[in-house]
Structures are given as C-alpha cells and as structure tokens.
C-alpha cells in the first residue's frame, strides 16, 4: 500500500535526503535549527546533522538572505526559510536584484543556487502583513524560478528538485497544507531510487472533458473539491490542472487541457491585478482561442488587504462555491 505522511514531513523527508545527498546543502533561517523551525518543518534535522548544517540566524531576513546568496556564489547550496514569505521584501533587493541577475551578470560563469522557502498564503488569520502571497512578484523577474506545491508528494519531489537546480528558486508553501496527508512514494518504489519532479511540468490532478479548472498552490485543493460536487450534483466533469511550478511554467499542459474542455476558469489565492491568472489567460487567448466555446473566467483573493476577521478572511479567498457558481454560469 502506499505510504500516507503530511505535508511538513514530506518537505523534511526531502530536506533530510538533500543533506545527505550533498555535504554543500545547508539550511538556515529563523529558528530552523535547536528550536525544529517555526513550523516544524526540520523538526530533527538539527539533532541529525549539526550546526554547520542548520544553522539559526538572527531576525533580519535582509542579512541572512544575503549571506545565503553569496554562498550560493561560492558552491554552496543554501536553503533559506522565511517564517513567512511576507518578510521577502525586507530582503528584496537581494533576492530580486542580485540573486536573479548574477548569472546573466557574469556571462554564465557564476550561478546562484540557492533556495527560499516557507508560507506564502492568506487564511490564517494572522493579518495584511503577514498574509502576502507574492509569486505572482517573484516570478515576474527573468532568472527566478517559482514552485508551489500543492501535495505532499509535490512538495518532496520539488524541494529536492529545487536544491539540485543552479538558479534561484523561491519556493512557496502554504501553511494550512503542513498538516495534511497525502501518498509520497517511498525511495524503494522509485526507478533511480528517489522521488524528483521536474520544475516546469504541471499535473493533471483530476482527468475531465467539460471544463479546466487550472490553480496552483492550495486553490488545487479548493478546485478538486469543487470538481467532486459538480460531477455528483451537476454531471459536469471537470479537469484540475495543477501548475505546480510558476516559472517555468508548463505551457503545453495548460493549452492541451483547454484544448479538451473548451472551457478554462483559473483559481488562485493571489490577487488578481497582475496574477498568475492574468498570465494564463493571456496564454490561452493568444494561442488557444479557437478552441474556446467561452471566455477564460478568474478566481482570485479579493483585491484587498488580507482581513484579521476570521469569517471574513474566508470569505475573501476562493472557496468551492465561487469556482461551482462560475462553472455553471458557462457550462
């Protein structure tokens, strides 16, 4: 039988393979090492492998961001945890300015491999300030790349994908998947004896023919629950297509699903000014018009501030019923 583990333990599994597989893979962040990471997440990897390996940091995002970008410039390969990624931008300069640009820079002859990680999301009640969901931001920028996982068997294969890479990839998590489960297949059933996703390649989380629901990140699982209500009370079989990586971004897999359907709506927890939705649907007009029987619809956190209210938060991002109520409305 397949195993079942959590979100967070499959980040762990995968952080804990990456330090064994490379002496260079370092992890550092706010809390990462003696106190298990904020989250839990490297909950014992302190204990497993040492300080020069996990390594606490002060709070100033802005100097350990830094200090893993020149590393990475010297052949290690630095995972940086943000407590939550809304402290990116105390840190922008870095991650944008000098992480993205220095292999282009340097004529190819320096590469920054470093990955940041941690929660970008909204829903937990926590307030604006700490509820940005900024992948929309991040992956604007030319040599950057962007995952977000929505399973655990996602977020394992790409965060070992992600150390592995040569370019900065900024990888973002969501803090109300840490707990959930889902099968992560085990080494001994993998053909080269470990579990890796290609970034780029995106997921047919739900095969349909009437419609393509297209998210990432934790409004795949809102899609997929959506999907289960209206083919049991509508008779309408809809089609997850999971991005998980931003940039690059999978293409193809997007265009051959509205291909299939004729029908798109994407759903994110961004907001919609500027999202990843804007992008797809430009995608899909530009190159896939024809086959479109209807307009490419959006869903998206509501262009505001994240609320501190909790029922009000909820009801600021998408939810089954908005994706339910916009698919019926051109099926």
């Known amino acids: 039988m397949p195993r079942e583990i959590t979100y967070r333990e499959a980040l762990r599994e995968g952080l804990d393979e990456e330090l064994a597989h490379d002496d260079n893979v370092i992890i550092m962040g706010e809390e990462v090492a003696e106190y298990n990471g904020a989250y839990k997440v490297t909950e014992g990897l302190w204990k497993k492998w040492g300080d020069k390996r996990l390594i606490d940091t002060p709070i100033s995002e802005a100097g350990f961001i830094g200090v893993g970008i020149g590393a990475s410039m010297l052949g290690i390969r630095p995972v940086m945890e943000l407590m939550f990624f809304s402290f990116a931008y105390v840190a922008f300069d870095q991650m944008m300015n ?58 394992k294969g790409l965060i070992k994908t992600a150390i592995r ?98 029908k798109a709506i994407y759903i994110e927890e961004n907001k919609p000014f500027c999202g990843i939705g804007a992008q797809i649907s430009s995608l899909i007009m530009e190159q896939a018009f024809d086959d479109l029987d209807a307009p490419v619809l959006r869903i998206t956190s509501s262009d505001s501030p994240a609320f501190y209210s909790p029922p009000i938060e909820e009801a600021q991002l998408p939810r089954p019923n908005d994706i339910i109520e916009k698919t019926l409305s051109i099926c």
């Open 98 to 155: 000098n992480a993205a640009t220095c292999r282009y820079m340097s004529g190819g002859l320096i590469h920054v491999p470093i990955v940041v990680r941690g929660p970008a999301n909204g829903g937990t009640n926590v307030g604006a300030t700490h509820s940005h969901t900024p992948e929309n931001i991040f992956a604007n920028m030319p040599g950057l790349k962007v995952c977000s996982p929505a399973t655990p068997a996602d977020a």
């Open 165 to 262: 890479d040569n370019d900065p990839v900024y990888f973002m998590e969501n803090t109300l998947l840490y707990g959930e489960k889902g099968e992560v297949p085990s080494n001994d059933e993998c053909e080269n004896g470990e579990f890796l996703i290609p970034l780029g390649k995106a997921d047919i989380k739900r095969e349909g023919t009437d419609i393509s629901l297209i998210a990432h990140g934790r409004a795949v699982i809102t899609a997929l629950a959506a999907a289960e209500i209206l083919a049991e009370e509508h008779g309408i079989n809809a089609e997850v297509v999971d991005l998980r990586s931003i940039r690059p971004l999978d293409e193809q897999a997007v265009l051959d699903s509205v291909r299939k359907t004729h």
